[in-house]
């Protein structure tokens, strides 16, 4: 079956930039989603179709997918951004999500 | 704005069945632009998708659960639902019941996009 890898966690200081991986095979050839979860709380969709951002959402989040690799990258990171990060893909019909990256910022 | 709520068994005991039911309010379930999902969180671990399913009662499951769900849809009373039987302490969970968006003139895996509304989630625990 398919598998989306993501770094299990991450730290950042505030105002810095974090970039946040999702590796799976052929990536570039397959749309990359980017949810957030706030401890609590359900996801939100970040980001989509690789690097779209919906309405709401700060611009200080972005994404791009290049290879087999895809990246979230939040700018300027506030302590509001401290979440789980997962980024998910379709393959062959089936869903699946990335393993998640706790990004805790201090 | 769409909602979505989660309703069921908060406890549910080992080789039983898991029934869920996601109530859909804001906006018509019979909608050709979407589907409807379950996604399940275990305690303290990651997103896993469960599978799909759209007005008509086409559904998609994820394969390794595949033999254990049931997905249905009542479009009269805007509510879907999963039933997951056999179940063991590992379909301990949140279960969140969401909407997928589509693309309906993108075949293929292109077709499926993003879920943007999600509910709060149940917590279903399974113990004797």
């Known amino acids: 079956s398919y598998e989306l890898t993501q770094t299990p966690s991450m730290s950042v200081s505030p105002g810095q930039t974090a970039s946040i991986t999702c590796s799976g095979d052929?990536?570039?050839?397959?749309?990359i989603f980017w949810y957030q979860q706030k401890s609590g709380q359900s996801p939100v969709l970040l980001i989509y179709e690789d690097n779209k951002r919906p309405s709401g959402i700060p611009e200080r989040f972005s994404g791009s997918n290049s290879g087999n690799t895809a990246t979230l990258t939040i700018s300027g990171t506030q302590s509001v951004d401290e979440a789980d990060y997962f980024c998910q893909a379709w393959d062959s019909s089936t869903g699946v999500f990335g393993t998640g990256t706790k990004v805790t910022v201090l | 704005q769409l909602q979505l709520q989660e309703s069921g068994p908060g406890l549910v005991k080992p080789s039983e069945t898991l029934s869920l039911t996601c109530s859909v309010s804001?906006?018509?379930?019979?909608?050709?632009?979407?589907?409807w999902g379950w996604i399940r969180q275990p305690p303290g671990r990651g997103l896993e998708w469960i599978g799909i399913?759209?007005?008509?009662?086409?559904?998609y499951y994820k394969p390794s659960l595949k033999s254990r769900v049931t997905l249905s849809i009542d479009t009269s009373k805007n509510q879907f639902s999963l039933k997951l039987t056999s179940v063991t302490a590992a379909d301990t969970a949140v279960y969140y019941c969401?909407?997928?968006?589509?693309?309906?003139?993108?075949?293929?895996?292109?077709?499926?996009?993003?879920?943007?509304?999600w509910g709060q989630g149940a917590l279903v625990t399974v113990s004797s």
């Open positions: 399913i759209n007005y008509r009662g086409i559904t």
């Open positions: 052929n990536l570039r050839n397959k749309y």
């Open positions: 804001g906006d018509s379930i019979s909608s050709s632009d979407y589907y």
């Open positions: 969401a909407r997928l968006t589509v693309v309906p003139y993108c075949a293929g895996d292109c077709y499926f996009r993003y879920f943007d509304f």
